[in-house]
T-cell receptor
Framework: SQQGEEDPQALSIQEGENATMNCSYK?????LQWYRQNSGRGLVHLIL?????REKHSGRLRVTLDTSKKSSSLLITASRAADTASYFC???????????FGQGTRLTINP | DAGVIQSPRHEVTEMGQEVTLRCKPI?????LFWYRQTMMRGLELLIY????????DSGMPEDRFSAKMPNASFSTLKIQPSEPRDSAVYFC???????????FGPGTRLTVT
């Protein structure tokens, strides 16, 4: 099964609202990454959070990591239509020597 | 830098034919990854290279798939013979380190009829 699993699978909100996506994983990690994929395009790296970090910001993005719960969340504030995309978490599990991607959350921002 | 370059962008072929996908990683990146993405299975890691050497090919579906990296600036993924169930989008990605962010190419959409 996937190391990282996103929740919800799909999310639809109004422009201007905040969007929160969650990722749960199973084993201890070195870091966790979030990626965005626009329709028909490759994945684009958004943010990386290390296992000893609890929160990280990048523009309108805020990522939290709770290693005790083995979970992470991605918050997009003041959403825009251009944020419509699929969002994936990827975990670098200790000893795994590779990233494992979740199934993604499909986010739709309605104008 | 132009980013990761993949070719072709689209490939339509008949079952039984050989398919070769190509990738040029970002210059200076030591790691190169091949992924396959389908609706049913999501994004799957097929194989990755470090300094042109295959490190983990446990995701390669079967012997019909093979990948090579003859030099630091070029890699191929070959499917022979191709089957309809190979239809997917194939991505190449590169990175400086196994734990760092990966840079993805635009993908090759493969359709096998």
């Amino acid at each position: 099964s996937q190391q990282g699993e996103e929740d919800p699978q799909a999310l639809s909100i109004q422009e201007g609202e905040n969007a929160t996506m969650n990722c749960s994983y199973k084993t201890s990690i070195n870091n966790l990454q979030w990626y965005r994929q626009n329709s028909g395009r490759g994945l684009v790296h958004l943010i990386l959070i290390r296992s000893n970090e609890r929160e990280k910001h990048s523009g309108r993005l805020r990522v939290t990591l709770d290693t005790s719960k083995k979970s992470s969340s991605l918050l997009i504030t003041a959403s825009r239509a251009a944020d419509t995309a699929s969002y994936f978490c990827a975990t670098d599990a200790q000893g795994a020597q590779k990233l494992v991607f979740g199934q993604g959350t499909r986010l739709t921002i309605n104008p | 830098d132009a980013g990761v370059i993949q070719s072709p962008r689209h490939e339509v072929t008949e079952m039984g034919q050989e398919v070769t996908l190509r990738c040029k990683p970002i210059s200076g990146h030591d790691y190169l990854f091949w992924y396959r993405q389908t609706m049913m299975r999501g994004l799957e890691l097929l194989i990755y290279f470090n300094n042109n050497v295959p490190i983990d090919d446990s995701g390669m579906p079967e012997d019909r798939f093979s990948a090579k990296m003859p030099n630091a600036s070029f890699s191929t993924l070959k499917i022979q013979p191709s089957e309809p169930r190979d239809s997917a989008v194939y991505f190449c990605a590169s990175s400086l380190s196994i734990s760092y962010e990966q840079y993805f190419g635009p993908g090759t959409r493969l359709t096998v009829t």
